[in-house]
């Protein structure tokens, strides 16, 4: 049985706060943090990249868990992981070279993640499993914070943990997307270990009551 991680994600956060937040995080014994970073090309949004990451990594010790929901990722690996990366998430969409990106993170020191959207389908991600840390399951259309969770996708995250299982492989399964109070025990249940909120923990005024409220 994998344990169970919380992964707030910044996108939700008081930038103006953000060193305090992340001493709130450490103080609750929080390990990781989402950085979602979007081009406003492969999502709609933009939000931040590599400057605000390497601003932080000196402030805190948690591990930097970095999504990058954008086009042609391969573009700026080796930059993301001197920024401070941990581990680096790239979307089977967003690249015609979804093993070369992999691999290439590994080889720069970090963990490797794949996700897939909502409507992708998951035995997307079996020719690409040896060379994943994680899989990350997307529980809403990526791009946007404080959406709700999309139902259907919980089928996606019970398929990934079957594909992974079957696979051999130690692959931690991340759900990301309108996950809160109401709905992450079947997120759990459903199979992902690695739980991603934005909202309900660092859109919250009181972030240690949320982490309790979310289980953790």
């Keep these: ?35 979602d970073v979007m081009d406003g090309i492969f999502v709609p949004n933009i939000s931040f990249g590599q400057p605000l990451i390497k601003s932080l990594r000196n402030k805190t010790n948690l591990i930097f868990d970095t999504h990058l929901m954008i086009k042609d990722p391969e573009r700026y690996i080796e930059s993301f992981i001197k920024a401070g990366s941990d581990i680096i998430t790239i979307h089977i969409e967003s690249t015609f070279f ?90 759990k249940e459903s199979g992902a270990n690695i739980i991603v909120a934005g909202s309900s923990v660092l859109g919250k005024s009181d972030i240690t009551a949320a982490i309790k409220a979310l289980g953790f």
Excluded: W
């Design 98 to 187: 979804v093993k070369d990106v992999l691999q290439k993170i590994r080889s720069c020191g970090a963990k490797a993640g794949l996700s897939i959207k909502p409507n992708t389908k998951p035995e997307s991600v079996v020719p690409y499993l040896e060379y994943c840390d994680m899989i990350l399951v997307m529980t809403v259309e990526p791009g946007f914070g404080g959406q709700k969770l999309i139902p259907e996708t919980l089928d996606n995250i019970k398929k990934i943990k079957e594909i992974a299982d079957s696979s051999g492989y130690n692959i931690d399964i991340e759900a990301d997307g309108g996950i809160d109070s109401s709905n992450i025990e079947l997120v």
């Design 1 to 35: 049985m994998k344990k169970n991680i919380l992964s707030p994600s910044l996108l939700a956060v008081d930038f103006s706060k953000i060193g305090d937040t992340l001493q709130t995080l450490e103080r609750n014994n929080v390990e990781y943090i989402h950085l």
